[in-house]
């Protein structure tokens, strides 16, 4: 494969990416601020379970387009900066982490959902 059609096929992978991350923001809509009631946040888990569940299935097939797209930046970044590499190396560093405090959110939400949901929990 050359380096054009990588190039393309990473590109390719950050579009997929980013209309997973917005297709999964619809899904979710709106949820109650930080600051809301128990109440609230326990009803709205009960009510929107099996949207918020989609909203965590779909974050979580985001992960591989994301993996290429992250990638082929690093790539780019690398040849861009030439042999040592430095910022590239902290840049695809940073996206991991955050990518990875992404995921335990997602996670920790859809734990919620599913547990919340399943016993019906009300307070």
Known sequence: MGERTLDRAFSVCGLIFAALI???IIVLGDSPSSDASTEK???????????????AFIGAFTIIPALFFWGGLWLLLRRAEGSEGV??????????????????GTVGEAALAYRVAAQGIKT
Do not use: E, H, Q
């Not at 946040?41 to 909203?55: E, G, M, Q, V, Y």
């Not at 940073?94 to 992404?102: E, K, Y």
């Open 22 to 24: 917005v297709a999964s």
């Open 41 to 55: 946040i326990s009803t709205f888990f009960t009510d929107n379970r099996a949207r918020l569940l989609a909203f």
């Open 87 to 104: 910022l590239a190396l902290i840049a695809i560093g940073a996206t991991v982490l955050a990518s990875a405090v992404v995921v335990v």
